[in-house]
């Protein structure tokens, strides 16, 4: 123990402690009960005995059965009736002069079964434990007392339901020098279980601060079991408590206790201890006294620097003032310039528009004057062009009379939707073909009407017809899938042709035909029906009232040098055209055979 007491020393040596240097107060193993009159010298257990272990029954009875919970005694020692008062002084001489094996009168032993412990369920275990852990727990605080003062010196705060209790550090120092410098003090706990609703006094201790042990800078360094009711001091270089089984870190100095000499005098410090003292004091007034002639010299300069500082403030923030200065001339610089160029872009824009306005009144005004003569003109135009309406009407009713009679289409008798075209059957579409030279001829003469009236009807065919007779094409420029020029040109005669590809052919025939029907405004029954389609818009074309207009004489022809196509190709009308100032010379080629004719063109001008 004198090795735990030299390596536990504190900071602070005992003299030194004060009051102002604790901090805080903590309490372990808290105990209500108090302690057992009656010391127990060993174990009142059957198993300690002497000659428990000994008789021969019980070892045969250990031998051939097996062992269970014993009914052991938990304390053979009755305690003294309520009626009974124990002299404990005459006890503690008793105990002191070796008279330990005298026992006080005891009525009847009264043995505890533990059987109930046995086959307890473990919910019935954990009750009773929490019943016996619960009773050692209570609601604890402290005060502190000082001698000759009446109030406590310091009150805590509650600590609800524990064992060992922490309670809130705090400071003294507030109370002055005439408490914080004292070393001795009185703590008392105060403490209630939960049955009870009133505090009580368990602890009252009598500290002296430099008879405290050093136990460590922290509780968990330290691992010597503590009393009971152990007070635990906190002080500001350690922690410490008292040990009734530890001797004292040191010699204890005891004033009370010295000797005093015949004149009534005390010892005191010795003449070194005063000189120190003495040399101390003087090096704390020569401290001061350089602290204060230090002031003096530093305010005094403070005092005559206080211009120049003055003046270096005001040119700092003049520094600032004239930078803050010089940013706001700058932006605004660069706002006029942008100003500037936005009124000279403003300066042109108006210009360009006045200019525009001038312009615009100059040609209001040339209007003007010519509105009046424009509006005279404009009835004359307006019946002018009624009557080049009216002829072109005429003219085209002519030309339909004049194709009709070139190319009659006529009805076959008792055959319902069946016609011949220059004296040559056609079927339509959903009837077969008897003769295929006769039905390709038909189909070139249906392919050459078909391109004169979108010549004369001023109506472009989506699929371009060449009529070469029997051996007439016709050519689909807007189907995707097909590449060559050759997949899109297609035959209208049967013979050394693919079949669907001659079927797709005549509907492309029908197709340009349903064009020209749709703009002169007629509905097309069925589109299979070939020439009934043909004469219905040849009936529709020759139809009027009044006699047929008559041809009007041109300029002589033009002579025009032909194109040349492949070789073996035969021309058709499209490579036979050339303009004029008066009208359009066309020769035409049918059946392989060139002929020229005098045909009425839409604007009413001859054609030859």
């Not at 009835?379 to 339909?400: K, M, P, T, V």
């Not at 590449?483 to 590809?501: C, D, H, I, N, W």
């Not at 029954?525 to 006699?547: A, F, I, Q």
């Amino acid at each position: 123990m004198g090795g735990i007491r030299q390596k536990l020393t504190g900071n602070c040596s005992p003299q030194n402690r004060k009051i102002r240097h604790l901090e805080g107060i903590s309490l372990r193993n808290l105990t209500l009960s108090r302690p057992s009159i009656l010391p127990h010298v060993k174990t009142a257990d059957d198993e300690a005995l002497p000659t428990s272990l000994r008789t021969p029954t019980k070892s045969l009875a250990l031998r051939e059965k097996k062992l269970e919970h014993s009914r052991s005694s938990n304390d053979l020692r009755t305690p003294p009736k309520r009626h009974e008062k124990l002299d404990h002084s005459q006890e503690g001489s008793d105990i002191e002069n070796g008279l330990k094996d005298k026992r006080p009168l005891r009525g009847n032993i009264r043995r505890r079964s533990t059987l109930n412990w046995t086959n307890a369920t473990p919910g019935v275990r954990q009750k009773k434990l929490e019943d016996v852990a619960g009773s050692k727990l209570a609601d604890t605080w402290f005060s502190l007392h000082c001698e000759g003062v009446a109030e406590p010196v310091y009150v805590s705060e509650v600590v609800e339901k524990a064992m060992n209790p922490n309670f809130k550090f705090f400071d003294l120092n507030t109370y002055g020098p005439w408490i914080t410098r004292r070393d001795e003090l009185t703590i008392k706990f105060w403490a209630r279980t939960e049955s009870s609703h009133t505090y009580s006094l368990i602890v009252e201790l009598q500290m002296h601060l430099r008879s405290l042990q050093f136990i460590g800078k922290s509780l968990e360094s330290f691992h010597h079991p503590l009393p009971s009711n152990c007070a635990i001091l906190h002080l500001s270089d350690g922690i410490y408590t008292t040990f009734t089984d530890l001797a004292l870190d040191g010699p204890v100095l005891d004033i009370s206790a010295a000797p005093k000499n015949a004149q009534g005098l005390q010892p005191t410090s010795t003449f070194d201890e005063l000189m120190r003292l003495s040399n101390l004091d003087d090096c704390v007034q020569d401290a001061l006294a350089t602290r204060e002639k230090l002031t003096s010299q530093i305010s005094s300069l403070l005092e005559k620097q206080k211009d120049d500082r003055r003046i270096v403030q005001c040119a700092a923030q003049a520094q600032d003032s004239l930078l803050l200065t010089n940013r706001a001339v700058s932006t605004v610089q660069k706002q006029m310039k942008a100003g500037q160029a936005r009124r000279s872009e403003l300066q042109a824009s108006l210009l360009a528009r006045r200019d525009a306005i001038q312009t615009g009144i100059s040609a209001q005004e040339k209007s003007r004057s010519h509105l009046s003569s424009a509006r005279s003109n404009f009835a004359n135009h307006r019946s002018l062009h009624r009557e080049l309406q009216s002829d072109l009407a005429g003219q085209i009713r002519r030309i339909s009379e004049d194709i009709l009679h070139i190319y009659p289409i006529e009805p076959i008798p008792h055959k319902a939707l069946s016609f011949t075209i220059h004296g040559l059957p056609l079927p339509n579409a959903t009837s077969p073909s008897l003769d295929p030279p006769t039905t390709a001829a038909a189909l070139g003469n249906v392919a050459h009407v078909t391109l004169l009236l979108s010549l004369y009807l001023s109506a472009a065919l989506p699929y371009p017809v060449s009529p070469y007779g029997s051996f007439s094409t016709i050519y689909d420029p807007i189907s995707i899938s097909l590449q060559s020029e050759a997949a899109r040109t297609f035959p209208l005669y049967q013979k050394g042709a693919v079949t669907y590809r001659f079927e797709y052919g005549v509907f492309l025939l029908n197709s340009d035909i349903e064009l020209l029907m749709s703009k002169q405004g007629i509905r097309m029954v069925d589109l299979r029906h070939t020439l009934p389609n043909l004469k219905y818009l040849l009936t529709v074309l020759t139809s009027g009232e009044g006699e047929l207009p008559g041809r009007k004489g041109g300029r002589p022809p033009i002579n025009l040098q032909l194109p040349r196509h492949e070789a073996g190709r035969k021309l058709s009308v499209d490579d036979w055209s050339a303009k004029g100032s008066n009208g359009t010379l066309t020769k035409l080629a049918i059946n392989g055979k060139q002929q020229s004719s005098r045909i009425q063109s839409p604007l009413g001008r001859e054609i030859r």
